[in-house]
């Protein structure tokens, strides 16, 4: 895996060993600057993923790191999934309803939105009741049927 430092290119070429444990099973040794299976240092990681968080775009990211579109991509979703997976609903008090077309043609989605700080919370391909209790279902143990008093706004 090539990696620059002032310019030059890097490469990191090692073994990882395999030991026997005292019960008599196989394991690869663990290093704690690389994930198991991984291509890439932990560092470089935190590197792609810290220019994406300021907005680099991906192509730049590939061109700078001399890694391919698909292993950023993948890195990029890993650190959405892990600021964007739990979403705090316990100051939301108004919820917005949308449905908007994803492409021309039928495809549509529902969004679900915190009315006040207008982030999203919840958004599922689709228009259907399927839909829109999947979105409930999401929602209700979170912020509690107690606390729901729904009324339509248009």
Known sequence: MPMSHAGEQLYLRFRIRRVRCSCGCHQCEQLSWL???ARLTNAMVGWIQALLR???????VVRHCSVSWDTVKTYDKV???ALFNQIDLKNVEHLMIDE???????????VIMDAVERKVVWIGMGKTKKVFSLSLIYCLPKTGP???SP???T
Do not use: M, N
Not at 54 to 60: A, E, S
Not at 102 to 108: S, T
């Open 79 to 81: 650190q959405l999934k």
């Open 146 to 148: 107690d606390r729901l």
């Open 35 to 37: 994930e198991p299976k």
């Open 100 to 110: 908007f077309a994803v492409h021309k043609g039928h495809r549509y989605a529902t």
């Open 54 to 60: 300021l907005r680099v775009p991906i192509t730049d």
């Open 151 to 153: 009324s339509v706004v």
